[in-house]
């Protein structure tokens, strides 16, 4: 379910707008409709403000706009908000999008939903050539972030694998030390970037009655025959699982294709023992995603009690009347641009004009 993509704006609110048009070195946005995602080259700033403001950055280290929050909560949608104003590329940070394939089953934003929007390191990695490491990450991230910031646009940071965001932020990284498994501290102060960090938090509750019917949507959307397509029998490695075998949805759907030959539920021939094992990797993977969201919202408030200044936006009124109706039609929009974006481009707009 990707309710916060429903009807996304081509072009910000007049609200919005005023927000934005405070800011010195970016022009008004383009409101001349909806953005060819094949054709559409990201707005650059002026040459000398881009110039002058790329160099500072670079010299001082990059400005980096950072999303984090639990699998689900709408950092995706915040980033594509956030770029309609800002001239922005994502780098993803999820460690599952990292890798080519299952894009239904890892919940890849798609390609019209990016709006034209540059990403880097989505979906980009062979998962036959090994697995993404956190010191493989930090390279990559480095590299996309120097990249993006050359080109006077604003690099954002977007995806919740806390570990990479970690690995890739702080000054001096040790990948020996589990920072989010023991005693010692994940983080102090010293960051390699200048860092605003946006922290998108939804209500447990209201985040895991989300997470259940997306993982419903997601199997109308084909999930499970990307599954089967996906699976090989001939795999031996259930304990040692490595890159996207890890991915939500693979171990589950594991289990059931060692029983049940891989084809559609509902079609003919289908027994009993079918329908209760598909079923029961259905609860299994809808069990696994709360169960993410947990962990990963553990390990944002370590980073925050170690010092990080994480910015929290609180998305979760957006989200219950987007997921049960109780504003009806587009209400949970103007909800979602009122507490989530708004507040987050004042945010930035500060940031950006830091020195």
Same mark, same amino acid.
């Given at each position: 379910m990707k309710l916060l993509f429903l009807n996304p =704006? /081509?072009?910000p609110s007049s609200k919005l707008q005023s927000l934005f048009s405070f800011h010195p070195l970016f022009p008004p946005p383009n409101n001349h409709g909806p953005i060819s995602s094949t054709h559409h080259k990201p707005t650059r700033w002026s040459p000398m403000a881009s110039s002058a403001a790329a160099h500072h950055r670079l010299r001082r280290g990059a400005k980096v706009v950072v999303i984090m929050g639990a699998t689900g909560c709408g950092k995706s949608r915040l980033s594509i908000d956030l770029a309609s104003l800002f001239p922005s590329e994502v780098i993803n940070s999820d460690k599952m999008q990292v890798y080519r394939g299952l894009d239904i089953?890892?919940?890849?934003?798609t390609p019209a939903e990016r709006h034209g929007v540059p990403h880097h390191l989505l979906g980009s990695f062979d998962p036959d050539d090994g697995e993404m490491s956190p010191s493989l990450f930090r390279s990559l991230g480095h590299a996309a972030i120097s990249g993006v910031a050359s080109r006077g646009n604003l690099p954002l940071l977007v995806g919740g694998s806390n570990s990479f965001i970690h690995a890739l932020l702080v000054e001096r990284f040790d990948l020996e030390t589990d920072v989010f498994g023991g005693l010692i501290s994940p983080a102090g102060p010293e960051l !390699? %970037? #200048? @860092? @605003?960090? &946006?922290?998108? #938090?939804?209500s447990l509750p209201v985040l895991e009655d989300y997470l259940s019917k997306r993982v419903d949507d997601m199997l109308d959307a084909?999930?499970?025959?990307? &599954?089967?397509? %996906?699976y090989d029998p001939g795999r031996t490695d259930p304990g040692g699982r490595t890159g996207l075998r890890k991915a939500i949805g693979v $171990?589950?759907?594991? !289990?059931?294709?060692?029983? /049940?030959? $891989? !084809? !559609?539920?509902?079609?003919?021939? #289908?027994d009993w023992a079918r329908e209760d094992a598909y079923e029961e990797a259905v609860r299994e993977i809808k069990e696994n995603t709360r169960l993410l969201a947990r962990r990963q919202v553990g390990k944002i408030l370590r980073l925050r009690s170690c010092g990080w200044e994480l910015r929290r936006l609180d998305a979760t009124e957006a989200f219950r009347l987007a997921v049960g109706g109780g504003g009806g039609g587009g209400r949970w929009r103007d909800v979602w641009e009122?507490?989530?974006?708004? =507040?987050s481009v004042k945010i930035v707009n500060r940031f950006l004009q830091e020195k």
């Open positions: =704006p /081509h072009s089953t890892t919940n890849k934003i !390699r %970037y #200048d @860092c @605003c960090f &946006l922290w998108v #938090d939804v084909g999930m499970f025959e990307e &599954l089967a397509q %996906y $171990p589950e759907f594991d !289990r059931y294709f060692k029983k /049940h030959l $891989p !084809r !559609r539920v509902g079609q003919g021939g #289908d009122g507490q989530v974006v708004g =507040p």
